[in-house]
């Protein structure tokens, strides 16, 4: 009887494809992030504003994860940057294998960041390595403040959380004294920073906290 | 050589959960609300309001899916309803399984409508059936209008949509136009809410249709 082999774990199979990912990447010298969350807290409005400040000082590419369409790619595009856009035709995230086939629509000679914003959705992305650098994930304040409690894996495997649309607070019940202190007592180590793409409140921290990385890995 | 069953789709052996959940329902004569959404967009809030509302016309029960805890169930148990919690420590929907495991704990003999409230996540529960009469999707107004156009098949799958916080429309960039007609593209019999839990604006049309549906399931 022939032998049968068993991939034990789909998520084994695809941290082997995601270090393949990053042997590439680290040939390269480029930073990866790999950004997360619900759909709507502003992942294409953070990816926009990150570029137009950074774009001076990197070369960035984006790739970006959807189940359909190619509406965010097309925003990122009028940025000028090389974007390439995943379908991931009803999955409910981006892995190490979709990264692997979007790679040869960039070119990896010129790219210093890659931003990868995955698929909407505050579940599955925490489980699958992309052979990203950094995750980091956005929580919006409408969302609510007991999101760190009831969703707790995208909170543990971020190095950093965005708080975004702070300009909301005066009109939802988001209390951010127990959000921050939910996070950090699931990951004591997460960045956090608190922000509104719409009025730029807090966003320089977070461009200076990217740079100080991307710079880190660089001299290295 | 022994047979090997390949169970091909674990779709297809959920489908089959759901119809046992869904005859023993329709024994006990249950109506079953399947009310899904993303993170944060109101469902437990709309759960609440229904049952102020519903409770002295019906026996309620609900049950609760969460990644971990019981915030909400919590919530619904101050209001005096029979309510199970699910923990699916980690899966991002509830499924047929999960329903069946948590109706031991409920008295369905003295329950006209359960209510399941869904794991927080716009992809993965649209695909799994529970046993259910009805799917209904709530998407709120910070999420953005863009939402049905980016996850389809949650708008595809439900018979209604319940948008809420319209209360933050001054506040955010949502077009309602563009919304209702991306999803009815999607689905042309999808009946729509404007509503706000905060105001209670809109809600009772959604409280009329429910009793609609219920009356029509009873009278059959």
Chains 1, 2 share one sequence.
């Not at 970006?64 to 000028?80: V, Y």
């Not at 629509?105 to 650098?133: H, R, W």
């Not at 509104?196 to 977070?206: E, F, I, M, P, Y």
Request: charged share 25%.
């Amino acid at each position: 009887m022939p032998k049968i082999t068993v991939v034990k774990n789909i998520l084994d199979a695809n941290d082997r494809i995601a270090e393949e990912n990053r042997k590439i990447f680290d040939k390269e010298k480029i930073y990866v992030l790999n950004l997360m969350s619900s759909p709507g807290a502003g992942k294409t409005s953070i990816v926009e504003r990150t570029i137009a400040v950074l774009q001076g000082k990197y070369k960035i590419g984006v790739i970006e994860g959807d189940i359909q369409g190619s509406a965010d790619a097309e925003r990122i595009a009028k940025l000028g940057v090389p974007v390439v856009q995943i379908n991931t035709g009803g999955a409910c995230h981006i892995d190490g294998n979709m990264i692997r086939e979007a790679l040869p629509g960039l070119d990896l000679t010129q790219t210093d960041l890659l931003i990868a914003e995955n698929v909407g959705n505050l579940v599955c992305p925490a489980e699958f390595k992309i052979g990203e650098n950094v995750k980091v994930m956005v929580l919006s304040t409408p969302e609510g403040s007991d999101k760190p409690a009831k969703y707790p894996l995208m909170f543990q495997q971020s190095e950093a959380m965005i708080i975004n649309k702070i300009d909301l607070l005066p009109y939802v019940d988001f209390d951010m004294a127990k959000a921050k202190k939910d996070a950090l007592t699931l990951n004591r180590n997460l960045k956090i920073f608190e922000v509104s793409c719409k009025t730029s409140a807090g966003l320089k921290d977070w461009f200076n906290w990217l740079s100080e990385r991307i710079e880190s890995f660089r001299s290295k």
